[in-house]
C-alpha cells in the first residue's frame, strides 16, 4: 500500500522558517522524483518544487525560490521542504507527491500525500 504522509506543517510569524517532512511507504522511493505542492484557499493547487530520483535535479517556483529547498533522505524513504523567510502569501496546504520523472505537471504525479497546513501570519 503507498503512503506518503506529511507532517511538519502549522502556524508561523512572517520572515519565520518551517521544515516538512514527507515519509514514503509502499514503493520504490529511491527511483521516484518528488515534488511539493500547495494549494491556497480558493485557489487551484501548484507546483512549489521538485526534486529528481538522484536528486541531482530540482525545479522552484519563482515564487519560492531562494527561500526554499527541497531535499531528500533515501535511508528514510523522506523527502523534506525547508521554508524559509516565510510570507503571508505563502499560507497553503502543502502536499508532498511522487513521479517517475521530474515534472511540472500535476498529473505526472502517480501518488499523494494528504496535504498540511502552513499558516503564516502574525
Known amino acids: 500500500q503507498v503512503q506518503l504522509v506529511e507532517s511538519g506543517g502549522g502556524l508561523v510569524q512572517p520572515g519565520g522558517s518551517l521544515r516538512l517532512s514527507c515519509a514514503a511507504s509502499?514503493?520504490?522511493?529511491?527511483?521516484?522524483?518528488m515534488g511539493w505542492f500547495r494549494q491556497a484557499l480558493g485557489t487551484e493547487r501548484v507546483l512549489a518544487a521538485w526534486?529528481?530520483?538522484?536528486?541531482?535535479?530540482?525545479y522552484y517556483a519563482d515564487s519560492v525560490k531562494g527561500r526554499f529547498t527541497i531535499s531528500r533522505d533515501s535511508a528514510k524513504n523522506t523527502v523534506y521542504l525547508r521554508m524559509d523567510n516565510l510570507k503571508p502569501e505563502d499560507t497553503a496546504v502543502y502536499y508532498c507527491?511522487?513521479?517517475?520523472?521530474?515534472?511540472?505537471?500535476?498529473?505526472?504525479?502517480?501518488?499523494w500525500g494528504q496535504g498540511t497546513q502552513v499558516t503564516v501570519s502574525s
Open positions: 507527491a511522487a513521479s517517475n520523472r521530474p515534472t511540472n505537471w500535476e498529473d505526472g504525479y502517480a501518488y
Open positions: 509502499g514503493f520504490t522511493f529511491r527511483n521516484y522524483a
Open positions: 526534486l529528481s530520483a538522484s536528486g541531482g535535479s530540482t
